[in-house]
């Protein structure tokens, strides 16, 4: 089955001084590298998530696949066709087919805005004529579970979760064939968490849209997701199916993240792995493994080569980026002993 998205060594860079500071500073490098050759394919019906602590690179990525942001190299692909340098008009074809829900559920939404002026907004600025943009807007208050009265409501009128689910609506509004959720449980009571999830869940199985997920929330990522990427520094660590990275990780950091996990069993022994020091700065990326001044299991080698791409097993498409990947029985491969 052909890819939906696919993209393939993507790098976004952000300039850090003036143009002018620059030339007097010529030593150093007036650009940082936010998402580093990140390549992965999203295929229809599939929902893949990113994973990785604050800073890593999830949202940069997606602000490229939206056109946000411009990435300076690397390839986009959607449905076949190339993304990256296309000009405004002819991307707005395909920007249609894919929509976006952003971290903040009430101040992604224009406060000056009713629902209803939200939900029909789209079809103004895409000249949707085929279609009656009021009665739009009733049925995609129905498809998330709102009254039709919500429509008369502001911004500030709505709690996180029905805000959550007005930009649901908003964000499927164009049957799009790509929705990108970044965070979308973030600031919701546990509660609506869990109805939000549903809610995308069942809208997937009903549409067959593809999802692409980026979350702190590894629970999120287990229940929705059928792929998973791990970040670290706007680099992917380790990819493939979710399940078999939880019950297999092969990448230590992955291992990290996993044992971090919080268990709501109380009785539940706990073998938690702890990282030692902090996240290394984009402006200061550590030679070799950009991971090893904070891995346990660290070599010499690490900190001179940057490991090339491993696959565990071809036919689980589960890759990883290590030099002492983690065996199936979780301890490193290659290592005598933990440094």
Do not use: W
């Amino acid at each position: 089955m052909n890819a939906l998205l696919s993209v393939d060594g993507l790098r976004v860079r952000f300039r850090t001084m003036s143009r002018l500071k620059a030339l007097l500073t010529p030593e150093q490098d007036p650009f940082i590298d936010a998402v580093c050759g990140v390549s992965f394919e999203l295929r229809k019906g599939e929902t893949l998530g990113l994973v990785g602590e604050s800073g890593s690179g999830k949202s940069t990525i997606a602000r490229a696949l939206m056109g946000l942001v411009s990435p300076q190299q690397g390839s986009i692909r959607f449905d076949g066709q190339e993304l990256v340098g296309l000009s405004g008009s002819a991307r707005k074809l395909y920007r249609r087919r894919m929509a976006m829900m952003f971290q903040d559920p009430v101040g992604s939404l224009s406060p000056r805005l009713t629902v209803r002026s939200l939900l029909t907004e789209p079809f103004r600025i895409h000249r949707a004529h085929d279609c009656d943009p009021e009665a739009e807007a009733d049925r995609l208050l129905a498809m998330v579970g709102l009254p039709r009265d919500f429509a008369r409501r502001y911004p500030h009128q709505l709690s996180g979760g029905q805000a959550r689910r007005v930009g649901v609506a908003r964000a499927l509004a164009l049957r799009p064939d790509l929705l990108i959720a970044d965070e979308p449980t973030a600031g919701l009571d546990v509660s609506v968490q869990g109805e939000v999830l549903n809610l995308l869940a069942h809208l997937q199985d009903e549409l067959g849209i593809a999802i692409l997920i980026i979350t702190h929330n590894l629970n999120v990522v287990r229940h929705m997701t059928d792929r998973m990427a791990i970040m670290y520094l706007g680099r992917f660590l380790e990819v493939g199916p979710t399940e078999r990275i939880f019950a297999q990780p092969r990448h230590p950091y992955t291992e990290a993240l996993l044992s971090a996990n919080p268990e709501p069993d109380p009785d539940a022994v706990l073998d938690r792995v702890e990282l030692i020091g902090e996240v290394p700065s984009l402006m200061m990326r550590p030679r070799g493994c950009e991971f090893h001044t904070r891995c346990r299991y660290a070599q010499e080698v690490c900190g001179r080569i940057f490991p090339e791409p491993a696959a565990s097993d071809a036919a689980f498409d589960h890759a990883f980026k290590c030099h002492f990947p983690l065996s199936d029985e979780g301890t490193p491969t290659g290592v005598s002993h933990a440094s």
